[in-house]
């Protein structure tokens, strides 16, 4: 099993930046990416990112492109997601996912059964 905990989110500012990371442990070697979901109150869990463990790979949601960047450290297994330029409507629960490859991870949202336990992330004044 793959064990993943999540960090790093916090109440910000519109406009403002903040880093989340994802540590995962265990079994590691039956993952071949990594990525994140959000669920917003009221809403379904959507697909944000997603980068392949050693090909260096990335997905992005359209929301987020250009805004949000995802990047691995192989060394300390783990994956970070920078999020710029927050808007009120990235207010959410932050999950990390780990799966098959990013275009797995993008497309099965809910059936995915690795998860982390969450950050949340609130963009207000």
């Known amino acids: 099993q793959v064990q993943l905990v999540e960090s790093g989110g916090v109440l910000v500012q519109p406009g403002g930046s903040l880093r989340l990371s994802c540590a995962a442990s265990g079994s590691i070697f039956s993952i071949n990416a990594m990525g994140w979901y959000r669920q917003a109150p009221g809403k379904e869990r959507e697909f944000v990112a997603a980068?392949?463990?050693?090909?260096?790979?990335?997905y992005y949601a359209d929301s987020v492109k250009g805004r949000f960047t995802i990047s691995r450290d192989n060394a300390k297994n783990t994956v970070s997601l920078q999020l710029n330029s927050l808007k009120p409507d990235d207010t959410a629960v932050y999950y990390c996912a780990a799966g098959k490859s990013t275009a797995w991870i993008a497309a099965m949202g809910t059936r995915i059964t690795t998860w982390g336990q969450g950050t949340q992330v609130t963009v207000s004044s």
């Open positions: 980068i392949s463990w050693s090909g260096g790979d990335t």
